[in-house]
């Protein structure tokens, strides 16, 4: 019997569903999710190259690109105003900088204990991002043990979906990158609607 078929009707879709489910919210929709992230890369490439920028720049403007395509799937950001969402975490920087460095640090910390402790912690915090935006008054030690609590039992689901996306980053890569502007959009996606349906739990 197929997993989808499950007969609890408060069971996670299978990743398949969400990747599917995602594929479907960006068809015809392209456009500016890849605009979306080439600004980022650019962004990104520049500041990386600028001692300490990478930190205190792209660290939280990350979690302002996972934000922008929570806002792309509940249809709180369409259209033009989705390139220029994973900027909008810079109205509220201290916020998104604090949050941001207190994940990367936590999962340093963690990663010192060797390689797999490092990325059990990274999947604990990947709700984080979401958390943080959907709770504006909770502050943001809180956000990330509320994405641990969250993401108990799910910790493997999500890496199994980030798996699954694994022969299209390999795509993307031998492309000279190009297929990554595709390839982002469609596992940011994916994460939104994990979310999505993880918070119903």
């Known amino acids: 019997m197929e997993e989808s078929k499950s007969i609890n009707p408060n069971a996670m879709p299978t990743n398949s569903a969400i990747r599917h489910s995602a594929l479907e919210h960006l ?3 392209w456009l500016y999710p890849v605009l979306c992230t ?3 890369f650019a962004v990104e490439s520049i500041a990386g190259s600028i001692p300490f920028a ?3 720049v792209v660290a939280p403007l990350g979690m302002g690109f996972a934000l922008a395509f ?4 509940r249809g709180e950001a369409e259209e033009e105003n989705l390139v220029t969402k994973p900027f909008s975490v810079f109205n ?3 916020r998104w900088l604090g949050a941001s460095l207190l994940v ?3 999962t340093f910390l963690w990663s010192l204990l060797f390689i797999i402790p490092g990325i059990v912690k990274a999947y604990s915090y990947a709700m984080t991002p979401y958390i943080v ?3 504006p008054e909770m502050p943001v030690r809180e956000c990330i043990r509320q994405s641990q609590r ?3 039992g799910y910790k493997m689901k999500l890496f199994l979906l980030d798996l699954s996306f694994i022969g299209w980053i390999l795509l993307g890569i031998i492309s000279f990158g190009i297929g990554l502007l595709w390839v982002l959009p469609y596992m940011e996606t994916a994460h939104a609607k994990f979310y999505e349906e993880l918070r119903t739990r």
């Not at 929570?70 to 799937?73: G, R």
């Open 27 to 29: 068809k015809g929709n």
């Open 38 to 40: 080439l600004l980022f």
């Open 54 to 56: 990478g930190l205190f």
């Open 70 to 73: 929570l806002l792309f799937v």
């Open 92 to 94: 509220h920087y201290g």
């Open 104 to 106: 990367l640090v936590f």
């Open 133 to 135: 935006h959907d709770n």
């Open 150 to 152: 969250m993401m108990k």
